[in-house]
Protein backbone atom coordinates (compact mmCIF):
# COMPACT_ATOMS: atom_id res chain seq x y z
CA UNK A 1 0.00 0.00 0.00
CA UNK A 2 1.42 3.30 -0.87
CA UNK A 3 0.80 6.99 -0.07
CA UNK A 4 0.30 9.31 -2.90
CA UNK A 5 0.42 12.72 -1.83
CA UNK A 6 -0.53 15.59 -4.20
CA UNK A 7 -0.24 19.74 -3.14
CA UNK A 8 -1.85 20.75 -6.90
CA UNK A 9 -4.95 23.41 -5.96
CA UNK A 10 -8.26 22.35 -5.86
CA UNK A 11 -9.96 23.20 -9.41
CA UNK A 12 -11.83 26.07 -10.09
CA UNK A 13 -13.46 25.76 -13.16
CA UNK A 14 -16.33 26.80 -14.69
CA UNK A 15 -16.98 23.28 -15.97
CA UNK A 16 -16.27 21.97 -12.39
CA UNK A 17 -18.70 24.68 -11.05
CA UNK A 18 -21.32 23.64 -13.46
CA UNK A 19 -21.07 20.11 -12.01
CA UNK A 20 -20.99 21.48 -8.34
CA UNK A 21 -23.97 23.19 -8.92
CA UNK A 22 -26.13 20.51 -11.03
CA UNK A 23 -25.06 18.23 -7.68
CA UNK A 24 -26.31 20.91 -5.18
CA UNK A 25 -29.64 21.43 -7.08
CA UNK A 26 -30.59 17.80 -7.52
CA UNK A 27 -29.53 16.73 -4.63
CA UNK A 28 -31.48 19.46 -3.24
CA UNK A 29 -34.90 17.83 -4.44
CA UNK A 30 -33.97 14.59 -3.94
CA UNK A 31 -33.74 15.42 -0.19
CA UNK A 32 -37.73 16.83 -0.41
CA UNK A 33 -38.41 13.90 -2.50
CA UNK A 34 -37.54 11.12 -0.11
CA UNK A 35 -39.24 12.57 2.44
CA UNK A 36 -42.45 13.41 0.70
CA UNK A 37 -42.32 10.46 -1.21
CA UNK A 38 -43.01 8.03 1.34
CA UNK A 39 -45.22 10.45 3.23
CA UNK A 40 -47.53 10.46 -0.45
CA UNK A 41 -48.14 6.67 0.64
CA UNK A 42 -48.81 7.17 4.55
CA UNK A 43 -50.59 10.30 4.40
CA UNK A 44 -52.36 10.23 0.86
CA UNK A 45 -53.14 6.42 0.34
CA UNK A 46 -53.17 5.48 3.78
CA UNK A 47 -50.34 3.12 2.98
CA UNK A 48 -49.27 -0.43 6.26
CA UNK A 49 -46.02 -0.44 7.06
CA UNK A 50 -45.29 -3.33 5.06
CA UNK A 51 -45.88 -0.86 1.06
CA UNK A 52 -43.77 1.85 2.77
CA UNK A 53 -40.84 -0.89 2.91
CA UNK A 54 -42.00 -2.05 -0.43
CA UNK A 55 -41.77 1.84 -1.66
CA UNK A 56 -38.57 1.86 -0.02
CA UNK A 57 -37.20 -1.44 -1.31
CA UNK A 58 -38.49 -0.74 -4.76
CA UNK A 59 -36.82 2.78 -5.39
CA UNK A 60 -33.43 0.70 -5.31
CA UNK A 61 -34.15 -2.73 -6.47
CA UNK A 62 -32.85 -1.20 -10.01
CA UNK A 63 -29.27 -1.66 -8.35
CA UNK A 64 -29.40 -4.87 -7.74
CA UNK A 65 -30.95 -6.09 -10.90
CA UNK A 66 -28.95 -3.74 -13.22
CA UNK A 67 -26.38 -2.99 -11.48
CA UNK A 68 -23.68 -5.17 -12.74
CA UNK A 69 -24.59 -4.67 -16.23
CA UNK A 70 -25.04 -0.84 -16.30
CA UNK A 71 -21.42 -0.40 -14.89
CA UNK A 72 -19.97 -2.31 -18.38
CA UNK A 73 -22.89 0.15 -20.19
CA UNK A 74 -21.38 3.03 -18.73
CA UNK A 75 -17.68 2.13 -19.31
CA UNK A 76 -18.57 2.17 -23.15
CA UNK A 77 -20.66 5.90 -23.48
CA UNK A 78 -19.54 9.37 -22.90
CA UNK A 79 -20.25 9.66 -18.73
CA UNK A 80 -22.06 13.73 -19.31
CA UNK A 81 -24.44 12.60 -21.90
CA UNK A 82 -25.98 8.93 -19.66
CA UNK A 83 -26.17 12.22 -16.77
CA UNK A 84 -28.10 14.54 -18.59
CA UNK A 85 -30.91 11.44 -19.70
CA UNK A 86 -31.03 9.82 -16.56
CA UNK A 87 -31.98 13.77 -15.29
CA UNK A 88 -34.57 14.21 -17.38
CA UNK A 89 -35.77 10.42 -16.98
CA UNK A 90 -36.67 11.48 -13.39
CA UNK A 91 -37.91 14.87 -13.88
CA UNK A 92 -40.79 13.41 -15.87
CA UNK A 93 -41.47 10.28 -13.65
CA UNK A 94 -41.77 12.44 -10.67
CA UNK A 95 -43.88 14.97 -12.06
CA UNK A 96 -46.29 12.04 -12.48
CA UNK A 97 -46.91 11.78 -9.37
CA UNK A 98 -48.38 15.27 -8.30
CA UNK A 99 -50.24 15.00 -12.05
CA UNK A 100 -52.33 11.27 -10.83
CA UNK A 101 -52.76 13.40 -7.45
CA UNK A 102 -54.36 16.68 -9.07
CA UNK A 103 -57.12 13.96 -10.77
CA UNK A 104 -58.02 11.77 -7.77
CA UNK A 105 -56.01 8.35 -9.81
CA UNK A 106 -52.67 8.20 -7.82
CA UNK A 107 -52.34 4.58 -6.25
CA UNK A 108 -49.55 2.55 -4.79
CA UNK A 109 -49.25 0.75 -7.91
CA UNK A 110 -48.21 4.36 -9.91
CA UNK A 111 -45.56 5.39 -6.81
CA UNK A 112 -44.22 1.92 -7.02
CA UNK A 113 -43.40 1.82 -10.56
CA UNK A 114 -41.84 5.61 -10.00
CA UNK A 115 -40.26 4.27 -7.50
CA UNK A 116 -38.71 1.36 -9.94
CA UNK A 117 -38.21 3.38 -13.46
CA UNK A 118 -36.84 6.51 -11.06
CA UNK A 119 -34.23 4.55 -9.43
CA UNK A 120 -32.77 3.25 -12.37
CA UNK A 121 -31.94 6.56 -13.90
CA UNK A 122 -30.44 6.97 -10.28
CA UNK A 123 -28.52 3.91 -11.04
CA UNK A 124 -27.15 5.18 -14.40
CA UNK A 125 -26.67 8.57 -13.05
CA UNK A 126 -24.97 7.96 -10.07
CA UNK A 127 -22.35 5.19 -12.22
CA UNK A 128 -21.69 7.75 -14.71
CA UNK A 129 -20.89 10.24 -12.00
CA UNK A 130 -18.42 8.52 -10.41
CA UNK A 131 -16.83 6.98 -13.33
CA UNK A 132 -16.68 10.88 -14.93
CA UNK A 133 -15.21 13.02 -11.91
CA UNK A 134 -11.47 11.11 -12.44
CA UNK A 135 -11.81 13.00 -16.02
CA UNK A 136 -12.75 16.04 -15.16
CA UNK A 137 -10.90 17.43 -12.28
CA UNK A 138 -7.64 14.79 -12.62
CA UNK A 139 -6.70 12.20 -10.20
CA UNK A 140 -4.95 14.47 -7.98
CA UNK A 141 -7.58 16.72 -7.25
CA UNK A 142 -10.34 13.60 -6.55
CA UNK A 143 -10.19 14.00 -2.11
CA UNK A 144 -10.60 17.39 -2.25
CA UNK A 145 -13.91 17.20 -5.39
CA UNK A 146 -14.94 14.57 -3.58
CA UNK A 147 -15.00 16.34 0.16
CA UNK A 148 -16.89 18.93 -1.84
CA UNK A 149 -19.40 16.87 -2.97
CA UNK A 150 -20.06 15.24 -0.16
CA UNK A 151 -20.41 18.53 1.69
CA UNK A 152 -22.67 19.66 -0.99
CA UNK A 153 -24.26 16.72 -0.08
CA UNK A 154 -24.90 17.31 3.32
CA UNK A 155 -25.77 20.54 3.13
CA UNK A 156 -28.79 19.98 0.69
CA UNK A 157 -29.55 16.71 2.65
CA UNK A 158 -30.11 19.05 5.51
CA UNK A 159 -32.28 21.84 3.84
CA UNK A 160 -33.86 19.39 1.66
CA UNK A 161 -35.39 17.36 4.03
CA UNK A 162 -36.33 20.39 6.18
CA UNK A 163 -38.07 22.13 3.23
CA UNK A 164 -39.54 18.74 2.65
CA UNK A 165 -41.13 18.32 5.99
CA UNK A 166 -42.29 21.90 5.45
CA UNK A 167 -43.33 21.40 1.96
CA UNK A 168 -45.34 18.12 3.02
CA UNK A 169 -47.26 20.32 5.68
CA UNK A 170 -47.72 22.89 3.24
CA UNK A 171 -48.95 22.00 -0.02
CA UNK A 172 -49.44 18.07 0.97
CA UNK A 173 -46.91 15.35 0.09
CA UNK A 174 -47.72 14.41 -3.77
CA UNK A 175 -47.02 17.97 -4.84
CA UNK A 176 -44.09 18.29 -2.46
CA UNK A 177 -42.78 15.43 -4.94
CA UNK A 178 -42.75 18.18 -7.93
CA UNK A 179 -39.97 20.19 -6.00
CA UNK A 180 -37.64 17.07 -6.46
CA UNK A 181 -38.40 16.85 -10.61
CA UNK A 182 -38.05 20.22 -10.99
CA UNK A 183 -34.75 19.88 -9.43
CA UNK A 184 -33.84 17.49 -12.20
CA UNK A 185 -34.55 19.58 -14.91
CA UNK A 186 -32.70 22.13 -13.25
CA UNK A 187 -29.70 19.45 -13.07
CA UNK A 188 -29.89 18.63 -16.63
CA UNK A 189 -29.62 22.13 -18.10
CA UNK A 190 -26.55 22.49 -16.23
CA UNK A 191 -24.51 19.90 -16.96
CA UNK A 192 -25.29 20.74 -20.95
CA UNK A 193 -23.18 23.60 -20.39
CA UNK A 194 -20.24 21.98 -19.25
CA UNK A 195 -17.57 22.14 -22.20
CA UNK A 196 -14.87 20.00 -21.53
CA UNK A 197 -14.32 16.63 -23.91
CA UNK A 198 -14.50 13.58 -22.60
CA UNK A 199 -11.83 10.91 -23.51
CA UNK A 200 -12.78 8.19 -25.54
CA UNK A 201 -14.39 4.88 -23.78
CA UNK A 202 -11.84 2.54 -23.52
CA UNK A 203 -14.47 -0.52 -23.48
CA UNK A 204 -16.41 1.52 -26.36
CA UNK A 205 -17.78 -1.21 -29.33
CA UNK A 206 -16.72 -4.78 -27.03
CA UNK A 207 -19.67 -5.78 -28.28
CA UNK A 208 -20.47 -9.47 -27.19
CA UNK A 209 -17.32 -9.53 -24.47
CA UNK A 210 -20.26 -7.99 -21.64
CA UNK A 211 -20.58 -10.93 -19.59
CA UNK A 212 -17.12 -10.60 -19.53
CA UNK A 213 -16.70 -7.33 -18.42
CA UNK A 214 -18.85 -7.65 -15.57
CA UNK A 215 -17.22 -10.30 -14.18
CA UNK A 216 -13.72 -8.63 -14.59
CA UNK A 217 -15.05 -5.54 -12.31
CA UNK A 218 -16.47 -8.52 -10.10
CA UNK A 219 -13.20 -10.27 -9.89
CA UNK A 220 -11.87 -6.51 -9.38
CA UNK A 221 -13.37 -5.88 -6.39
CA UNK A 222 -14.66 -9.24 -4.76
CA UNK A 223 -10.40 -9.96 -5.03
CA UNK A 224 -8.96 -7.25 -3.76
CA UNK A 225 -8.20 -7.64 -0.08
CA UNK A 226 -8.70 -3.77 0.48
CA UNK A 227 -12.00 -2.82 -1.77
CA UNK A 228 -13.47 -6.38 -0.30
CA UNK A 229 -14.15 -5.09 3.27
CA UNK A 230 -14.98 -1.63 2.55
CA UNK A 231 -17.81 -3.09 0.18
CA UNK A 232 -18.96 -5.43 3.20
CA UNK A 233 -18.95 -2.46 5.96
CA UNK A 234 -20.77 -0.25 3.70
CA UNK A 235 -22.83 -2.43 3.26
CA UNK A 236 -23.59 -3.39 6.72
CA UNK A 237 -24.00 0.25 7.91
CA UNK A 238 -26.48 1.11 4.61
CA UNK A 239 -28.98 -1.78 6.26
CA UNK A 240 -29.30 -0.95 9.20
CA UNK A 241 -29.06 2.64 8.28
CA UNK A 242 -31.64 2.18 5.81
CA UNK A 243 -34.02 0.23 8.82
CA UNK A 244 -34.56 3.71 10.34
CA UNK A 245 -35.29 5.42 7.60
CA UNK A 246 -37.95 3.27 6.12
CA UNK A 247 -39.43 3.02 9.38
CA UNK A 248 -38.97 6.75 11.65
CA UNK A 249 -41.06 8.37 9.37
CA UNK A 250 -43.87 5.54 10.37
CA UNK A 251 -43.06 5.69 14.03
CA UNK A 252 -42.97 10.03 14.28
CA UNK A 253 -46.80 9.80 12.12
CA UNK A 254 -48.50 6.89 13.95
CA UNK A 255 -46.87 6.22 16.62
CA UNK A 256 -45.72 9.84 18.42
CA UNK A 257 -48.10 11.79 16.19
CA UNK A 258 -45.58 14.06 15.76
CA UNK A 259 -45.93 16.88 13.38
CA UNK A 260 -44.74 15.94 9.72
CA UNK A 261 -41.84 19.30 10.09
CA UNK A 262 -40.60 17.45 13.20
CA UNK A 263 -40.27 14.27 11.39
CA UNK A 264 -38.22 16.35 8.42
CA UNK A 265 -35.96 18.36 10.95
CA UNK A 266 -35.39 15.04 12.36
CA UNK A 267 -34.01 13.26 9.63
CA UNK A 268 -32.23 16.32 8.44
CA UNK A 269 -29.91 16.18 11.91
CA UNK A 270 -28.28 13.62 9.63
CA UNK A 271 -27.03 15.82 6.61
CA UNK A 272 -25.72 18.00 9.47
CA UNK A 273 -23.51 14.88 10.81
CA UNK A 274 -22.82 13.88 6.99
CA UNK A 275 -21.43 17.85 6.59
CA UNK A 276 -19.68 17.36 9.95
CA UNK A 277 -18.09 14.26 8.82
CA UNK A 278 -17.74 15.52 5.31
CA UNK A 279 -15.05 18.34 6.67
CA UNK A 280 -13.79 15.91 9.28
CA UNK A 281 -12.76 13.08 7.20
CA UNK A 282 -9.17 14.50 5.71
CA UNK A 283 -7.85 16.16 9.01
CA UNK A 284 -8.71 12.56 10.91
CA UNK A 285 -7.29 10.87 8.14
CA UNK A 286 -4.07 12.73 8.36
CA UNK A 287 -3.69 12.46 12.47
CA UNK A 288 -5.50 9.01 12.74
CA UNK A 289 -4.74 7.32 9.50
CA UNK A 290 -7.21 6.73 6.61
CA UNK A 291 -7.43 3.28 7.37
CA UNK A 292 -7.83 3.20 11.20
CA UNK A 293 -10.72 6.41 10.88
CA UNK A 294 -12.89 3.93 9.76
CA UNK A 295 -13.39 0.96 11.73
CA UNK A 296 -13.00 3.38 14.79
CA UNK A 297 -15.31 5.36 13.41
CA UNK A 298 -17.20 2.53 13.54
CA UNK A 299 -16.68 1.22 16.72
CA UNK A 300 -17.64 4.22 18.21
CA UNK A 301 -21.44 4.76 16.66
CA UNK A 302 -22.13 1.28 17.79
CA UNK A 303 -24.20 1.50 20.60
CA UNK A 304 -26.03 4.95 19.49
CA UNK A 305 -28.70 2.69 16.86
CA UNK A 306 -29.75 1.66 20.34
CA UNK A 307 -30.77 5.72 21.61
CA UNK A 308 -32.41 6.44 17.95
CA UNK A 309 -34.47 3.03 18.37
CA UNK A 310 -35.80 4.23 22.12
CA UNK A 311 -37.06 7.87 20.14
CA UNK A 312 -40.21 9.13 22.05
CA UNK A 313 -41.87 12.39 23.06
CA UNK A 314 -39.97 14.38 24.98
CA UNK A 315 -36.11 14.15 25.87
CA UNK A 316 -36.01 11.14 24.38
CA UNK A 317 -36.45 12.95 20.55
CA UNK A 318 -33.44 14.97 21.49
CA UNK A 319 -31.33 11.88 22.06
CA UNK A 320 -32.45 10.20 19.76
CA UNK A 321 -31.61 13.46 17.25
CA UNK A 322 -28.26 13.32 18.47
CA UNK A 323 -27.54 9.93 18.29
CA UNK A 324 -28.40 10.23 14.62
CA UNK A 325 -26.35 12.90 14.23
CA UNK A 326 -23.42 11.16 15.31
CA UNK A 327 -24.31 8.41 13.38
CA UNK A 328 -23.93 10.51 10.13
CA UNK A 329 -21.53 11.73 11.38
CA UNK A 330 -19.46 8.49 9.91
CA UNK A 331 -21.48 8.14 6.96
CA UNK A 332 -19.96 11.16 6.20
CA UNK A 333 -16.29 10.36 7.17
CA UNK A 334 -16.84 7.33 5.10
CA UNK A 335 -17.64 9.19 1.66
CA UNK A 336 -15.23 10.92 1.15
CA UNK A 337 -12.16 8.03 2.49
CA UNK A 338 -13.73 5.54 1.06
CA UNK A 339 -14.68 7.10 -2.30
CA UNK A 340 -11.25 8.82 -2.68
CA UNK A 341 -9.56 5.49 -2.42
CA UNK A 342 -11.60 3.52 -4.60
CA UNK A 343 -11.00 5.85 -7.41
CA UNK A 344 -7.67 6.54 -6.88
CA UNK A 345 -7.38 2.53 -6.74
CA UNK A 346 -8.49 1.98 -9.94
CA UNK A 347 -8.08 2.14 -13.58
CA UNK A 348 -9.77 4.17 -15.64
CA UNK A 349 -11.71 1.24 -18.38
CA UNK A 350 -12.66 -0.15 -14.59
CA UNK A 351 -14.07 2.75 -13.06
CA UNK A 352 -17.99 2.55 -14.19
CA UNK A 353 -17.55 -1.95 -13.45
CA UNK A 354 -16.22 -1.01 -9.99
CA UNK A 355 -18.79 1.80 -9.17
CA UNK A 356 -21.67 -0.26 -10.56
CA UNK A 357 -20.39 -3.43 -8.51
CA UNK A 358 -20.17 -0.94 -5.02
CA UNK A 359 -23.29 -0.13 -5.81
CA UNK A 360 -24.77 -3.26 -6.05
CA UNK A 361 -23.34 -4.07 -2.80
CA UNK A 362 -23.81 -0.76 -0.90
CA UNK A 363 -27.53 0.27 -2.97
CA UNK A 364 -28.64 -3.62 -3.10
CA UNK A 365 -28.40 -3.22 1.04
CA UNK A 366 -30.97 -0.38 1.25
CA UNK A 367 -33.17 -2.27 -0.89
CA UNK A 368 -32.24 -5.60 1.20
CA UNK A 369 -32.81 -3.11 4.42
CA UNK A 370 -36.52 -1.62 3.40
CA UNK A 371 -37.92 -4.92 2.81
CA UNK A 372 -36.76 -5.86 6.02
CA UNK A 373 -37.76 -3.24 7.76
CA UNK A 374 -41.27 -3.49 6.23
CA UNK A 375 -41.93 -6.71 6.58
CA UNK A 376 -40.43 -6.71 10.14
CA UNK A 377 -42.42 -4.28 11.23
CA UNK A 378 -45.45 -6.16 10.30
CA UNK A 379 -44.82 -9.13 11.65
CA UNK A 380 -43.70 -7.33 15.10
CA UNK A 381 -43.78 -3.77 15.46
CA UNK A 382 -42.03 -0.66 14.34
CA UNK A 383 -39.95 -0.57 17.55
CA UNK A 384 -38.83 -4.45 17.09
CA UNK A 385 -37.82 -3.34 13.87
CA UNK A 386 -35.97 -0.55 15.11
CA UNK A 387 -34.02 -2.66 17.40
CA UNK A 388 -32.88 -4.75 14.93
CA UNK A 389 -31.38 -1.92 12.97
CA UNK A 390 -29.68 -0.86 16.10
CA UNK A 391 -28.14 -4.42 15.98
CA UNK A 392 -26.49 -3.64 12.48
CA UNK A 393 -25.31 -0.57 13.50
CA UNK A 394 -22.95 -2.27 16.38
CA UNK A 395 -21.29 -5.19 14.23
CA UNK A 396 -20.04 -2.06 10.87
CA UNK A 397 -16.70 -1.62 11.93
CA UNK A 398 -16.27 -5.72 11.94
CA UNK A 399 -14.99 -5.83 8.46
CA UNK A 400 -12.75 -3.20 8.49
CA UNK A 401 -11.11 -4.59 11.54
CA UNK A 402 -10.48 -7.34 10.41
CA UNK A 403 -8.60 -6.59 7.24
CA UNK A 404 -4.96 -5.14 6.15
CA UNK A 405 -7.01 -1.28 6.96
CA UNK A 406 -6.76 -2.19 10.35
CA UNK A 407 -3.54 -0.39 11.37
CA UNK A 408 -2.86 1.66 7.85
CA UNK A 409 -2.04 4.85 8.45
CA UNK A 410 -2.37 5.94 4.50
CA UNK A 411 -5.32 5.43 1.51
CA UNK A 412 -4.10 6.85 -2.06
CA UNK A 413 -4.75 10.31 -2.35
CA UNK A 414 -6.03 11.27 1.50
Request: charged content about 10%; glycine content about 10%; overall charge positive.
Amino acid sequence: MTTVITRAPHPAGADYRLLLAANAVSRTGTAVGSLALPLAAVLALHSPPWQVGLLAATSTVAFLLLGLPAGAWVDRLRKRPVMIAADLARAGLLASVPAAWALGRLTFPHLCVVALLTGTATLFADVAALSHLPALVGRGHLTRANSHLVTIDAVTMTAGRSLGGFLVGLLTAPVAVLVDAVSYLASALLLRRIRRPEPTPVAAGSGGRLVAEIREGLRFVLGDPLLRPIALAGACTNLSIQVFQTLLPVLFVRTLHLPDAVTGLFLAAGGVGVFSGSLLARPLARRVGAGRVLWLMGLAIAPLGVVVALADRGPALWCAAGAWLLTTVKVGVDNVVKVSFRQHATPDHLLGRMNATMRVLLTGALTVGAAFAGTFASLTSVRTALWAGAVGLMVVWVPIYCSPLRTARDLPGV
